[in-house]
T-cell receptor, first 109, second 115 residues
């Protein structure tokens, strides 16, 4: 079955980089990897997505393993506002996007 | 611009009542998804629309759940004869087209509580 696996929680100090891993070993060669983050009482917010090569935007960077079975979301300098639950996700070709249980990121001041 | 809007934000109903949850997607977005999110869990797929066509409803938990998008824009998720296990946050998301290179844009959800 298609699934993603992420650590339940991580901590980071403010102003330091954070690397959030995701395992998606069941992904196929044409499925994009998406990352979202969710604050309490809000819907998930899009962060970044990619297919094969590493991607950067104003929010984060996405490093995708060469075999595409895992990826890492990189926040270059964590701020208190980055504290959220982070989900990696992909569509296994059936419209049924897979979301795992996510990683709760705690940022320490 | 306007994002995805869901209403109501909160809904409390007694067991056995029918409820209707509304989603206004981003204008021009072809794809629309409904998800159910239990406390502490990630979103779980319920159903998918491409314009007005419901292409996949395999995630709907039972035949008490029904979704429609008659004109290819606004969508309604209806739950008949609600049960306590239906209590959850229901999220709606839209994307520009059906291809997986397009991100989904989520509303803030409807928190449904069944007493």
């Amino acid at each position: 079955d298609a699934k993603t696996t992420q650590p339940n929680s991580m901590e980071s100090n403010e102003e330091e980089p954070v690397h959030l891993p995701c395992n998606h070993s069941t992904i196929s060669g044409t499925d994009y990897i998406h990352w979202y983050r969710q604050l309490p009482s809000q819907g998930p917010e899009y962060v970044i997505h990619g297919l094969t090569s590493n991607v950067n935007n104003r929010m984060a960077s996405l490093a995708i393993a060469e075999d595409r079975k895992s990826s890492t979301l990189i926040l270059h300098r964590a701020t208190l506002r980055d504290a959220a639950v982070y989900y990696c996700s992909y569509d296994p070709g059936t419209y049924k996007y897979i979301f795992g249980t996510g990683t709760r990121l705690k940022v320490l001041a | 611009g306007a994002g995805v809007s869901q209403s109501p934000r909160y809904k409390v109903a007694k067991r056995g009542q029918d409820v209707a949850l509304r989603c206004d997607p981003i204008s021009g977005h072809v794809s629309l998804f409904w998800y159910q999110q239990a406390l502490g869990q990630g979103p779980e797929f319920l159903t998918y629309f491409q314009n007005e066509a419901q292409l996949d409803k395999s995630g709907l938990p039972s035949d008490r759940f029904f979704a429609e998008r008659p004109e290819g824009s606004v969508s309604t998720l209806k739950i008949q004869r609600t049960q306590q296990e239906d209590s959850a946050v229901y999220l709606c998301a839209s994307s520009l087209n059906r291809y997986s290179n397009q991100p989904q844009h989520f509303g803030d959800g409807t928190r449904l509580s069944i007493l």
